[in-house]
């Protein structure tokens, strides 16, 4: 037997609130990974971290990806049993998606679908959680009787076959291949002066570092010094706040 895994998500971003106010429900994204320590997780969302609104097939990346951009984001994890011939299908499936991933795009309109209990199925077009559904049934795993386009990522977390293995902050999940890398909720303070050094030796200059003496971060160039500024401007509230 084989494992396979169904994260569930809520970065806590704009868009993911405003579903939330709706469904109620604790986590409105789904991803579908081959591997436990999520290196290959795929799904539908953005394929741009700033730009909400133009989505289609993603090869998700907790280190550059959208998430980086949610540091504070949470997640359950659920484990689901499958034989080797049924991973190795999912496995080809999934390859295809990517070989073929321009031509896919996000099932905007698929979503209007879901409240009302109406399928709307677009070619070459998915949502979430439908995708997720879709890959596995096409594999030979049927989780729902209704149509995929009607599965929803709480549809997940309520089913009977899947075991769930962690829930809490995401990059916290002990198995995350990237969890070694920076996170402001694990250190107190960012090496930005030598962070922004090097980014001026190799992205300026060509002068990369030897491995193991390079500062990291996941959510590129900007975010460390936003990061920075936001808790020295939260410490200074606080410190009005006691003298006040």
Known sequence: MKSVYILLSNTGSLPTRAIKAVTSAPYNHSSISLDKDMKRIYSFGRRKPTNPFWGGFVEEDFVQGTFSWYPYSTCA???LKVSR???QKLERIIQAFI???KTYFYNYIGLLGVPVNQPIDVPASYFCS???SETLRRAGVTLFEKSSALVTPDD?????DLTLIYEGPLYEYPFLHSYAWYHPKKYRSFPFRKYMKQQVKSEV???YEEEGRTYQFRDGFIKPKKILISRKWNNLKRLLSIHS
């Open 77 to 79: 994890v659920y484990e």
């Open 85 to 87: 011939r049924t991973y």
């Open 99 to 101: 070989r073929n991933h």
């Open 130 to 132: 439908q995708f997720v």
């Open 156 to 160: 997940y977390r309520m089913h009977e």
């Open 205 to 207: 200059l060509g002068i």
